[in-house]
Structures are given as structure tokens and as C-alpha cells.
């Protein structure tokens, strides 16, 4: 059965932190990982990841994918409360039209 | 930017109604997908439609049925409601061609009393 799986579920920082959150994945016929950022309404679309070891970058967030170990990592460097939110992530693969999400890292950064 | 237009926003209805969804997808997206998600927990996968054809099926409830329209619209229709039906449902659409990512809704809010 493919299985999505992150880590940390939940994460308690203060500003100015850095954080890695993990996502791992046993799929079959591996299309692309994605991540998302979601507050109080909509996953909101952070990076696609289809190639390993290319990293993705936008601000203070970037991540890369590993796709020989089957993991991938978020990074965020000096946090800010607006950071705060669940971190989800998703994989889609070849010859179907589904994602698995995992079940999120709640990240909570601290003034 | 055009984006996923979902209503109603929230919806109450009684155990044992009957509920439907609307979700508008993004303009030239093909392919429209229907997530719940209950309170603190991930997007659950229920179902998906590319070119107006059901593509992919997963945990849907055989009391929940779902279409897409030849303007590429979709509706989720749900009946016999359970108080366990109460949760956020988002609709996501994407190019199908592309290795595109998946664009979300604001999601309903539906709420069984």
C-alpha cells in the first residue's frame, strides 16, 4: 500500500530558528512530491520535487528530494510566527490521478 | 490569477440529508480531485476526474457519488449524512499533461447536526 509518512507531527521553535521537517514515501511508479503550506483554509502550494538532489528554493524556505532513499526535507531558516502552520506533504504517481498526503508536521514558532 | 472557486463555503445539514458540492476548477485544468479532511487530520483522497471520466477512487463512501461536467465543473453529492461526514471537503484541479501541481479550493465546511 503506498504510504506517505512526516516528521516531526508538530514542532514548537522560536523566532529566528532554523527547521528541517522530513517526509518519507513508499510508493510504486513515483511521479513527483509536493509541499504545502496550510493555516487556517487551503493547502497553499510551497514546491514540486521530481528530480533528486536539485534544490528548491523560495525566500527562507527550501527542500530537495532524495528519491534513492525515498525522502525528502523542508527547511526553514530564521522563522517568523508567520511560519506557523501544518506542513503537508503530498506524492503523486505515474498512471494514476491521486496524491497521498501525509499527515502533516504542525509548526508552531514562538515571538 | 484564476483560482479553485468551491461553494458553498459552509453548509449544515441534518443526519440523513442530502448535501452537494460545487467546485470550479482553475481554467484549462483537466483533472479535478475531492479531498476531506476532518479536524487534524491530513487531506483524505476520495476521488478524481479527468476529462469528465472518473480516474482514480479512493476512500469514498459508496452513500457519496461524484461527477464532472463538460464545462469541467464537479459536484460531490453526498446522501444519508452521518454525524462522521463533518469535515472539510476541497476540491484541487491540475493540468494533467503537465507534471503540475495540484491548485486547492477554499474547501466546504460541512457540518452534520
Known amino acids: 500500500e503506498d504510504k506517505v509518512v512526516q516528521s516531526p507531527l508538530s514542532l514548537v521553535v522560536h523566532e529566528g530558528d532554523t527547521v528541517t521537517l522530513n517526509c518519507s514515501y513508499e510508493v510504486t511508479n513515483f511521479r513527483s512530491l509536493l509541499w504545502y503550506k496550510q493555516e487556517k483554509k487551503a493547502p497553499t502550494f510551497l514546491f514540486m520535487l521530481?528530480?533528486?538532489?536539485i534544490e528548491k528554493k523560495s525566500g527562507r524556505l527550501s527542500s530537495i528530494l532524495d528519491k534513492k532513499e525515498l525522502f525528502s526535507i523542508l527547511n526553514i531558516t530564521a522563522t517568523q510566527t508567520g511560519d506557523s502552520a501544518v506542513y503537508l506533504c503530498a506524492v503523486g504517481t505515474s498512471g494514476t490521478y491521486k496524491y497521498i498526503f501525509g499527515t502533516g508536521t504542525r509548526l508552531k514558532v514562538l515571538a | 490569477a484564476a483560482g479553485v472557486i468551491q461553494s458553498p463555503r459552509h453548509l449544515i445539514k441534518e443526519k440523513r440529508e442530502t448535501a452537494t458540492l460545487k467546485c470550479y476548477p482553475i481554467p484549462r485544468h483537466d483533472t479535478v480531485y475531492w479531498y476531506q479532511q476532518g479536524p487534524g487530520q491530513d487531506p483524505q483522497f476520495l476521488i478524481s476526474?479527468?476529462?469528465?471520466?472518473?480516474?482514480d477512487k479512493g476512500s469514498i463512501p459508496d452513500r457519496f457519488s461524484a461527477q464532472q461536467f463538460s464545462d469541467y465543473h464537479s459536484e460531490l453529492n453526498m446522501s444519508s449524512l452521518e454525524l462522521g461526514d463533518s469535515a472539510l471537503y476541497f476540491c484541487a484541479s491540475t493540468i494533467s499533461s503537465y507534471n503540475s501541481p495540484l491548485h486547492f479550493g477554499n474547501g466546504t465546511r460541512l457540518t452534520v447536526t
Open positions: 521530481t528530480s533528486s538532489g
Open positions: 476526474f479527468y476529462e469528465k471520466m472518473q480516474s
